[in-house]
């Protein structure tokens, strides 16, 4: 789930926000928009800077990343992707 945390003037926790919820849906997620944005604020501007550059390593193993990682993977659950199919699987009762 990568995301830009920080930007030029440093951290746009609005931006980040939507930036984290855009990366859920592309990973076939929901995210819950208040709960990816009580994440972001329980983290200082530091330690979402640290973060980012963390996330920005090849399987950063930093325990406040991976901490935050799976902070974000409770706010996700599966997308529904309607489906054009409409069978339904028949059954024999017992």
């Not at 993977?73 to 529904?80: D, E």
């Amino acid at each position: 789930m990568a995301a830009t945390l920080v930007a030029c003037s440093g951290v746009d926790r609005g931006g980040s926000r939507d930036d984290i919820l855009e990366s859920m849906r592309n990973q076939g997620l929901d995210g819950d928009v208040e709960c990816v944005g009580h994440v972001l604020d329980g983290y200082s501007d530091d330690d979402l800077q640290t973060i980012d550059e963390q996330l920005g390593e090849p399987a950063s193993t930093d325990p406040q990343t991976q901490q935050f990682l799976a902070a974000l993977v409770a706010c996700t659950s599966p997308t529904t992707i309607p489906t054009t199919d409409t069978t339904v699987a028949a059954t024999t009762p017992p």
